[in-house]
Structure formats: structure tokens, C-alpha cells
């Protein structure tokens, strides 16, 4: 069995200087501002030597974090992925639950199931199509969903 290290993960939200909550338009504009503070060819040659190769690494940090925010599908991926990281972080996983094992609301489209903490497990229906890990309410447990294939 192969070791797998985990790589420590790049916030590109905190790269761009933005916050998560921010749409594209939003994220471009801190983007170009940063591109121009940080792009090489931009660089004054008072710059200390030093600084250029943080500076261009800066820069291609910027650049790679634009790649990953500025398209709405990796975006969404790089979301999602960032809040299992939370939920893992949060602590282990309670139980694995089937979709099929919760209860359906048919007023607003989402699936529920009671905790055992005395809160509530809620997900949307299209959230259940992408999200794996979700907390209840009370943010004690957490479930991670399963899909029968």
C-alpha cells in the first residue's frame, strides 16, 4: 500500500485577497490589480534583488489562483473541495448515510434526517448531487452521504 501525503492545500481566496462570498467580476478585479502589482515585466529596477524571485513567485501564485476562481466549474469544484476540508477538520465522520435514508421535503426540494445530538441533518437536492460530507445543524456530527451505483 502506497503512503499518501496530503499536500498542504493553497487558499486562492487568501492569494487574491478575497473572500469566498465574492462572485467573478469581483475576483477579476482583484486579479488584474494584483497581476499588475506583481507581473515582472512591471517590475521597477529599484526592486531589491531579493525580492524579484518572491515577487515572480507571488505572481505565479496570482496567476494559478485565477485559473481555479475565474472559471465557474473548477470554482465550484475548488468550493466544494474546500468545504469537505472544513467538515474534516471539524472532526471524524459519525456515520455514512444513503441518500435514499433520508427523509424528503417535498416544500423546499431538500432531503433531512435527524442527528443524534437532537439537531438536523439538511441538504438541498442539487447539493446531493455534489457534496459529500455535511454537518447537522448543531455543527457536532457530521455524515458523509453515500450514492447507490
Not at 121 to 126: F, G, H, L, M, N
Request: glycine share 4%; charged share 30%; with cysteine.
Amino acid at each position: 500500500m502506497m503512503a499518501f501525503k496530503q499536500t498542504p492545500k493553497k487558499d486562492w481566496y487568501s492569494i487574491l485577497g478575497a473572500d469566498p462570498s465574492e462572485d467573478v467580476a469581483d475576483l477579476k478585479q482583484k486579479y488584474q490589480k494584483l497581476v499588475l502589482m506583481y507581473h515582472p515585466d512591471k517590475q521597477s529596477t529599484d526592486v531589491p534583488a531579493g525580492m524579484v524571485e518572491e515577487y515572480i513567485q507571488k505572481f505565479i501564485n496570482i496567476d494559478q489562483a485565477w485559473k481555479i476562481l475565474g472559471n465557474e466549474e473548477t470554482k465550484k469544484e475548488y468550493d466544494l473541495q474546500r468545504h469537505d476540508d472544513e467538515l474534516r477538520n471539524m472532526g471524524p465522520v459519525d456515520a455514512k448515510v444513503y441518500l435514499e435514508e433520508m427523509s424528503w421535503n417535498e416544500d423546499d426540494h431538500s432531503f433531512s434526517l435527524n442527528c443524534r445530538c437532537g439537531g438536523k441533518y439538511t441538504i438541498s437536492k442539487d447539493e446531493a448531487e455534489d457534496v459529500n460530507l455535511i454537518s447537522c445543524d448543531t455543527y457536532s456530527l457530521i455524515i458523509e452521504l453515500l450514492n447507490y451505483s
